[in-house]
């Protein structure tokens, strides 16, 4: 006689029983492709009084104005000399037109103070297997990270290295902080993003992306059940954030668009649970491709928040079917009676035909995160170097895949198996599911010893960025650039400690660095590194 409920966040475990106890519900997690939604951790699910409708989710939400708020602000420089993103730019393309260093000499070094984990509790703080300090974000002589956790967010002087600011947020902030004409952005896992002065930061304003004021426990600490994810993207003038674990928990994930400098709201759109829970994903970095805002799979117009079509997931899905009927064709033509087989032939034909025509149709060459669309992870996902791979799952280019891809208007590089370097001229791109289109430019592997875990394209190198591994486990770091036309070494640097994930930024003739060590590093040509001004 009891009510069911379908709980399309997480699944039962493939080699562990759940269990009842305590008036709650305890669960050992694993990835499944099965379920690409689920929570990772070992999960304790309780009652609630009622999960967030979709009204509830998108309702207006006001800004809390800090002492900054309403000051004049300084327009950061742009283009190659900055950096001002997780990835780069709206696109998480990782790829600059700043020209990368001759050298790569210690220009400074700052030791981030970090959060001491030596205590068995203070390590269950610690949420997956993410290094202390983000990538950095560089733009208008201002470097910024974040320490994830220390909830903190640092400001450092690019010339320098002097630490100018650190603010602290009520949660962790779980990947890098955003520079955008002064002000630096940044979400934090208390549902909120905050706002504050690049110069000193000071609180400009916050604003409240989960839907409601409410706290749980994760990895030992106290946030929202609506996590903010840390990167916020800013595209033509408007900043977009999300909020949420996953499609499937706790009502969803709300997407917020908002102007960046006074936090007034534009529009909000909710991603709820909805039809086939192995469609549902979990949260992570938004996107601009094109002209639409993308998280995971979803699309939504960056106007408006409605949800339009993946025109890219609609086309792979159609290739997918026509090229599974042309297969059970194939193996039915091989057994077939000879009568049987001309009516078989013309059906296979068919398939051919109309296979190249969905080909034709399907010209978007654009991020695509991991094969099929069935991508568990995204582009925030801190386990993987730990781990040594992406489960399952890859990113894509179009139809250039890797566990790392970065691109610009004219080439897309890419590394697999750790250490393998590629690079491919971007008219030999197509849309995602096609083959290739003939060979790379040019292929280069690291020593076996490497394993690469940040990856940036500039204008004359490509920039690899890692770990260094030893048979007695010591770990250091380094630095490579690769040149662009064949992917000779060009410069190399090793480092004390290995770069963090997506732990890079490249600015003219200079390249900020952060290692899972705490400290951040400025390196390249003394004379020819200049800070952007103002």
């Known amino acids: 006689g009891g009510k069911p409920v379908v709980y399309a966040g997480a699944r ?31 999960l304790c699910f309780g009652p609630v009084r009622s999960v967030p409708t979709e009204q509830e989710m998108t309702a207006l939400v006001e800004p809390i104005r800090g ?10 420089a742009v283009g190659g ?20 260093p001759a050298k790569l000499e210690s220009i ?44 903190q967010v640092v400001g450092l002087e690019l010339a320098t290295g002097k630490l100018l600011w650190r603010v602290t947020a009520g949660a962790r902030i779980d990947s ?25 930061g000071r609180l400009r304003w916050k604003l409240r992306i989960a839907p409601r004021a409410q706290r749980m426990v994760s990895y030992g600490k106290v946030e929202s059940p609506w996590p903010a994810v840390g990167s916020v993207l800013v595209a033509d003038g408007v900043a977009y954030a999300s909020a949420g674990r996953t499609q499937g928990s706790d009502g969803g994930i709300v997407v917020r668009a908002f102007d960046p400098l006074a936090g007034r709201l534009i529009w909000s759109a909710a991603l709820p649970a909805s039809g086939n829970p192995r469609s549902l994903r979990r949260n992570d ?9 993308q998280l995971m799979t979803t699309r939504l117009d960056p106007k408006t928040g409605q949800i339009v079509p993946n025109t890219m997931l609609q086309a792979l899905a159609k290739r997918t079917s026509l090229a599974r009927q042309l297969q059970t064709e194939q193996r039915r033509l ?27 149709q399907s010209g978007e060459i654009a991020l695509w995160l991991g094969a099929g669309g069935r991508s568990c992870e995204g582009l925030l996902h801190w386990n993987w170097p730990r781990l040594g791979d992406r489960k399952y799952v890859r990113m894509n280019y179009g139809n250039v895949g890797g566990k790392l891809v970065s691109w610009d208007r004219t080439a897309v590089v890419r590394m697999v198996r750790d250490r393998q370097i590629a690079l491919r001229a971007m008219g030999q791109v ?33 920039i690899c960025a890692g770990g260094v591994y030893a048979e007695d486990g010591e770990a250091s770091g380094f630095v490579c650039l690769l040149a662009r036309k064949d992917g000779k070494t060009l410069v190399a640097r090793r480092l004390p400690a290995p770069v963090a994930y997506n732990g890079l930024a490249v600015v003219d003739h200079a390249i900020c660095v952060s290692l899972v060590n705490g400290t951040v590093w400025l390196l390249g040509d003394r004379v020819s590194a200049r800070p952007p001004s103002e």
């Open 12 to 42: 039962g475990a493939c080699s562990f029983g759940s269990i009842p106890a305590y008036g709650a519900f305890y669960t050992p997690q694993n990835w499944c492709m099965c379920c690409p939604p689920q929570i990772s951790g070992f």
């Open 67 to 76: 002492p900054a708020f309403g000051e004049s602000v300084a327009v950061a």
């Open 81 to 100: 000399t900055a950096w001002p993103m997780a990835r780069c730019d709206a696109a998480r393309s990782a790829g600059t037109s700043a020209v990368a």
């Open 108 to 151: 400074w070094q700052r030791r981030i103070p970090l959060p001491d984990l030596s205590t068995p509790l203070a390590r269950n703080w610690r949420e997956y297997l993410n290094p202390p300090l983000t990538g950095p974000t560089v733009a208008g002589a201002v470097v910024a990270a974040a320490v994830m956790d220390a909830n």
């Open 176 to 200: 890098p902080p955003t520079l955008y004409r002064g002000v630096c952005l940044f979400g934090a896992h208390d549902g909120l993003v905050y706002a504050v002065s690049a110069r000193d």
């Open 285 to 293: 970095l938004l996107v601009k491709t094109d002209d639409t805002l």
């Open 334 to 360: 091989k057994t077939a009676q000879p009568e049987q087989k001309p009516q078989i032939e013309k059906r296979v034909a068919e398939l051919k035909r109309q296979i190249q025509q969905a080909e034709r």
């Open 430 to 462: 197509g849309p995602a599911g096609q083959p290739p289109r003939g060979p790379d430019l040019w292929s280069r592997s690291l020593p076996t010893d490497h394993q690469v875990t940040s990856l940036a394209l500039a204008a004359n190198a490509v």
